[in-house]
């Protein structure tokens, strides 16, 4: 039985994930928040809240290939939207843009206890210039049945063929067959995007052959 948990504000939902699961390890959990203090992306980066911010966090079990969770949650997100009638896009490792090509979302998958943790933060609309929303224009916000619906659809979504993971994933990606950069500490690796190697890694082909890159960051050239 999955148990949900909405609180006005918290400092980071995975946070609050981990203190349910410290108490109550047996137990699913999907935990949210109207305000989230000091949420967290991949490696340094901060998740900005917002009024149309949603963000929650769910203990999941891992993708049979298990580098492929981050993966399989960012298309699941991008399937859910669809299904609402938004076409999203996927930039690697696991960002989601609108239709616009700006990030509207991202996922951060920790591991906790032998179990997995998948933070989950999505603009469902945006006023600014840096990202973007799913929507163009603000409208009256239920947090807590948005996260507790988008939830759901994860559970009952899940993938178990991580073929047809890819194939899915790639038809979403924003970047499939472009030229693309992707920097990881001091190395920076240049060329055509081919799509996921067997592991989740980005394929990247420039003339001095096929590069497998497992963590960076990814622009456009």
């Given at each position: 039985?999955?148990?949900?948990?909405?609180?006005?504000?918290?400092?980071?939902?995975?946070?609050?994930?981990?203190?349910?699961?410290?108490?109550?390890?047996?137990?699913?959990?999907?935990?949210?928040?109207?305000?989230?203090?000091?949420?967290?992306?991949?490696?340094?980066?901060?998740?900005?809240?917002?009024?149309?911010?949603?963000?929650?966090?769910?203990?999941?079990?891992?993708?049979?290939?298990?580098?492929?969770?981050?993966?399989?949650?960012?298309?699941?997100?991008?399937?859910?939207?669809?299904?609402?009638?938004?076409?999203l896009k996927l930039k690697w490792p696991n960002d989601i843009l609108t239709k616009h090509s700006k990030k509207c979302g991202g996922i951060l998958v920790q591991n906790f206890q032998h179990q997995y943790l998948a933070g989950i933060g999505i603009n469902l609309?945006?006023?600014?210039?840096?990202?973007?929303?799913?929507?163009?224009?603000?409208?009256?916000?239920?947090?807590?049945?948005?996260?507790?619906?988008?939830?759901?659809?994860?559970?009952?979504?899940?993938?178990?063929?991580?073929?047809?993971?890819?194939?899915?994933?790639?038809?979403?990606?924003?970047?499939?067959?472009?030229?693309?950069?992707?920097?990881?500490?001091?190395?920076?690796?240049?060329?055509?995007?081919?799509?996921?190697?067997?592991?989740?890694?980005?394929?990247?082909?420039?003339?001095?052959?096929?590069?497998?890159?497992?963590?960076?960051?990814?622009?456009?050239?």
């Amino acid at each position: 039985m999955v148990k949900y948990i909405h609180v006005d504000r918290c400092d980071s939902t995975q946070d609050l994930l981990k203190e349910q699961l410290i108490a109550h390890s047996e137990n699913e959990f999907t935990v949210s928040c109207e305000h989230q203090l000091h949420g967290r992306g991949r490696g340094s980066h901060v998740w900005e809240d917002t009024p149309g911010t949603l963000c929650f966090s769910m203990n999941i079990t891992p993708h049979i290939k298990t580098t492929f969770t981050a993966i399989e949650m960012s298309l699941l997100v991008c399937r859910f939207f669809e299904v609402e009638g938004n076409k999203l896009k996927l930039k690697w490792p696991n960002d989601i843009l609108t239709k616009h090509s700006k990030k509207c979302g991202g996922i951060l998958v920790q591991n906790f206890q032998h179990q997995y943790l998948a933070g989950i933060g999505i603009n469902l609309f945006y006023e600014g210039t840096n990202f973007g929303g799913v929507y163009d224009s603000s409208f009256q916000l239920d947090k807590k049945s948005w996260c507790r619906e988008l939830s759901i659809f994860i559970r009952e979504n899940r993938y178990t063929d991580t073929v047809a993971l890819i194939s899915d994933w790639q038809l979403r990606c924003a970047h499939i067959n472009e030229l693309v950069s992707i920097k990881e500490g001091d190395q920076e690796i240049s060329g055509l995007f081919l799509g996921l190697g067997e592991y989740g890694e980005a394929m990247v082909q420039n003339g001095e052959g096929i590069h497998r890159l497992f963590n960076g960051s990814l622009s456009l050239i």
